[in-house]
């Protein structure tokens, strides 16, 4: 078996169709008749894909470890089991109405990954590790990212383990009932952490690109806003004896996409939830309820976009309720794996470019406990978090050979300085 | 007892307690724990305050008959019984969360008038009658204005007894259960016909006014729209990427209020009902529903809105579909119906000025067969269809002094050329 050499493996190449197949094979567990896949965290489903890839794991030699929140790490030693892992992972629950790529996607490539170096008889020096995060999606418990959340300390396992789905079955119990409550254990160290998604966005498909080197997860500040005017008839109402809230809100959805716009490239604004009262034909709103969200690549500029947002809403002509209800901080990746991920890509000659994360993964809270960097890859009309979601074959082997360079860089990196301190 | 002459019955006035005192009885009748009414068209408490009615009515010597649409008319006879009636009335059916005065006051101060002419033993040379027109709400049964529109011919009888509420019972089935499935007549003819009415807007209490000389009623087209943009993840899409219909229903809603008000002083523009898809805080919106209602006192400046609306609509950057789903001609009410409205506020020396109706009422169908007027008293914040409505006794009585004069002015107009072919 070989120790690896960086110039030797550069030709190393993964098998993109065992890739799709094993893609296609996990998105049988919970398939729907739209060609989606609904395999909600911690169902039954769930507990199906999980023993698949657990049996695939172990399938390529690695010794898997599940634990307390249920999160699964499958582990390939490496020539020095001494040094934190280079691991690489994301998950497999999806939304109600989700695709066969989002997530699962990130799992298998890593184990495709392995399965090449297994082929080739290659050996790294730091161990490698796949890990699949429980309940990324949030759609049955929240809050979303939860695995990755607890392990990266965002917030405690007694926290994650207490919440509750709609029907009132606890985390705790849904982990006990497919039987994934592992041991509780502190997070181990990580060497460092790459993930693969499909982009969920547009960005690649418009600019015909292969490759989106992730620089970092813009931050978001989300917001609930009510605009409180005065429910009237529309016939006998004049116009300027009218109170419209929906008036209001009009120039505030305006105001939004403007705000965001003059905070380019990476500022976003949305208005996507409204809830009109009393919502009647015929009746003039007396009160509107809308959701803000921002997002952009750093605190200095979210808080000019906030500054604005709540500078319009001081000037209305009714009053605005403005409530911050969610942030999360900007997160950039660690440059040189970021750098990385470049290389990689232009070595194995795929059009790349820089690209940004503006929903949240996993590797965003890896990101706050070890160096981490994304890999993104295309899909179709930047679909995602539906049944239609799709991605090319070769877009999904070309991430996939970025992800085996970059591991392969990772794990045989000489250790710097204090690093398993 | 007296015939009518004028200048000798200048002086009658009704009795305002007395009237305040039928309003609240009357308004027993469903009353809600929060000072409102609930006495849907064609129920047992529709039946219970119809009763009410007709026990009053007899109660004043009036014949009372039913229609086959369920309309009661209360006849008090004339010193001339081959001459049309003069009429008043309105409705008793109310919206699930209504108020004591839409409707009731113009059916009671109908009965009121009778009251004061028998108290001062007047008697008219036209006969009198009021009328209580079934289902004028259309909260339970649609359409609208049900048994004025039967009695004017703006749909047939047929038609309307075939229509069903939520729970399938139609509305044959539902006059029959309370009894007043009256015999099939045809229409009969009316010399003349005055509603009484809250104002149901801010108008007169705005300019500090007691009587509104209604001139006629708005024209009303009613429009459902919809936007059909590309539903999209919330952070992973740039702005100049997106196809945000809720953006395009933005500048809708502010256009839709910019026509109006270019349509001054009679144009009306809302937009009341919004529905958002897949509204869900962080998907940039796929697709906005949303209807229009236009208003205005000519079909020329209605023509003038809908050209603007569609023109905005071709020019968007998204598709937008719009269908016209309801259209009422404007109707003006009979110029000298209205005078005499004018000159017998003027004459009792109430505060007054012209109004226009916006909303739809008995009284618009009535003109389609009748020379028809209006009166509107102040309603208390402009609000109406609501269980704060509320009113002031002397703005009531003051209305009703000015239905009593009118009443009494048309009953013994001298009858002109052809008027009883």
Request: glycine share 10%; proline share 4%.
């Amino acid at each position: 078996m070989q120790v690896l050499d960086l110039p030797a493996h550069a030709g190393l190449r993964v098998d993109g169709a065992r890739l799709w197949n094993s893609l296609m094979e996990l998105a049988r567990i919970g398939a729907t008749h739209k060609g989606g896949v609904c395999r909600l965290a911690l169902t039954e489903l769930d507990k199906k894909g999980r023993d698949l890839f657990v049996a695939w794991a172990k399938g390529v030699g690695c010794t898997v470890r599940i634990d307390a929140i249920g999160n699964i790490f499958a582990r390939r030693a490496g020539l020095r089991d001494d040094r934190p892992p280079v691991m690489t992972g994301s998950h497999i629950d999806t939304q109600p109405t989700g695709g066969k790529f989002d997530g699962n996607y990130g799992v298998l490539a890593g184990l495709e990954v392995l399965r090449t170096l297994n082929d080739n008889d290659v050996r790294t020096v730091a161990p490698l590790e796949v890990a699949v995060w429980t309940n990324e999606e949030g759609s049955r418990f929240v809050p979303v990212m939860m695995g990755s959340g607890v392990f990266a300390g965002a917030f405690t396992l007694d926290y994650a383990l207490m919440q509750k789905d709609r029907e009132g079955i606890s985390v705790r119990d849904a982990l006990a009932s497919i039987g994934y409550e592992g041991e509780h254990v502190a997070a181990h160290r990580v060497g460092a952490y790459f993930e693969a998604h499909i982009e969920q966005g547009p960005v690649l498909e418009a600019n015909d690109k292969v490759i989106g080197v992730v620089q970092g997860a813009l931050g978001q500040r989300w917001y609930d806003v009510t605009i409180e005017g005065m429910e009237a008839h529309a016939g006998p109402t004049p116009m300027e004896l009218r109170r419209d809230a929906l008036l209001v809100a009009a120039d505030l959805i305006r105001e939004v996409n403007r705000i965001a716009i003059s905070h380019a490239p990476h500022g976003r604004g949305t208005v996507g939830w409204v809830d009109v009262h009393p919502n009647s034909r015929n009746v003039i709103p007396g009160r509107v309820k809308l959701t803000v969200d921002f997002r952009a690549a750093d605190d200095a500029t979210l808080d000019e976009m906030d500054a604005a947002l709540r500078d319009m809403c001081a000037k209305s002509s009714l009053p605005v309720a403005v409530d911050e209800v969610v942030y999360f901080a900007p997160q950039p990746f660690d440059a040189s794996l970021v750098d990385s991920v470049r290389d990689s890509a232009n070595a194995l000659a795929y059009t790349s470019m820089d690209a940004i994360s503006g929903a949240g993964h996993d590797a965003v809270y890896l990101a706050r406990v070890a160096p981490a960097a994304m890999i993104f890859v295309p899909c179709k009309d930047g679909i995602s978090h539906n049944e239609i979601e799709d991605a090319q074959a070769d877009h999904l082997e070309a991430g996939c050979n970025v992800l085996l360079q970059v591991m392969l860089r990772a794990a045989n990196a000489p250790v710097q300085e204090g690093a398993q301190a």
